[in-house]
T-cell receptor, first 113, second 113 residues
Framework: DAGVIQSPRHEVTEMGQEVTLRCKPISGHNSLFWYRQTMMRGLELLIYFNNNVPIDDSGMPEDRFSAKMPNASFSTLKIQPSEPRDSAVYFC???????????FGSGTRLTVV | TQLLEQSPQFLSIQEGENLTVYCNSSSVFSSLQWYRQEPGEGPVLLVTVVTGGEVKKLKRLTFQFGDARKDSSLHITAAQPGDTGLYLCAGVGSGAGSYQLTFGKGTKLSVIP
């Protein structure tokens, strides 16, 4: 298994532009999570999907952030419009609910200038 | 909000030394996980501890879950440069929150050859 695959690995964009981050979870995992990691705040849960349905989006900072999971093998996190304070590393993780730990992707390092 | 405090925040030691890092909370967790994160990568699960007082060993790493399931420690014997990384503890909720991992901010360990 190739693990959780995220793209792009790095993204540099200008303030105000739309950014889309992509994630392919591990096949067979039915839970998917988007996290954001910064030095100040550590790892923060943004949104949790179970069986492709958003269950908890209370961590999404504001309406500029949206996430979708159209099928079991793909999810996106979109920021529109992006702001410099959105600069962080964004991780996608998947798990088989209730069993074992999370498997994280390698992350997308987002820089908004 | 369940918070996990990790200490120390930074630790730099010589190869061959022993060390202990701590993870503390005022909340009770159903289980607790430890992850290691290397630069440019996502966290990787090391171990899950479930029972209060449980001790698990992974080669030179010893993990302990507190009796009250509010705290945990990680002890590394004879540290090696390959142990360098960010060590994160994560508490697993219970009931409706059982999907959610609450992460500490981590202990950044540097092992100097």
């Amino acid at each position: 298994d190739a693990g959780v695959i995220q793209s792009p690995r790095h993204e540099v964009t200008e303030m105000g532009q739309e950014v889309t981050l992509r994630c392919k979870p591990i096949s067979g995992h039915n839970s998917l999570f988007w996290y954001r990691q910064t030095m100040m705040r550590g790892l923060e849960l943004l949104i949790y999907f179970n069986n492709n349905v958003p269950i908890d989006d209370s961590g999404m900072p504001e309406d500029r952030f949206s996430a979708k999971m159209p099928n079991a093998s793909f999810s996106t996190l979109k920021i529109q419009p992006s702001e410099p304070r959105d600069s962080a590393v964004y991780f996608c993780a998947s798990s088989l609910q209730g069993i074992g730990g999370y498997t994280f992707g390698s992350g997308t390092r987002l820089t908004v200038v | 909000t369940q918070l996990l405090e990790q200490s120390p925040q930074f630790l730099s030691i010589q190869e061959g030394e022993n060390l202990t890092v701590y993870c503390n909370s005022s909340s009770v967790f159903s289980s607790l996980q430890w992850y290691r994160q290397e630069p440019g990568e996502g966290p990787v699960l090391l171990v899950t501890v479930v029972t209060g007082g449980e001790v698990k060993k992974l080669k030179r790493l010893t993990f302990q879950f507190g009796d009250a399931r509010k705290d945990s420690s990680l002890h590394i014997t004879a540290a090696q440069p390959g142990d360098t990384g960010l060590y994160l503890c994560a508490g697993v909720g219970s009931g409706a929150g059982s999907y959610q991992l609450t992460f500490g901010k981590g202990t950044k360990l540097s092992v100097i050859p």
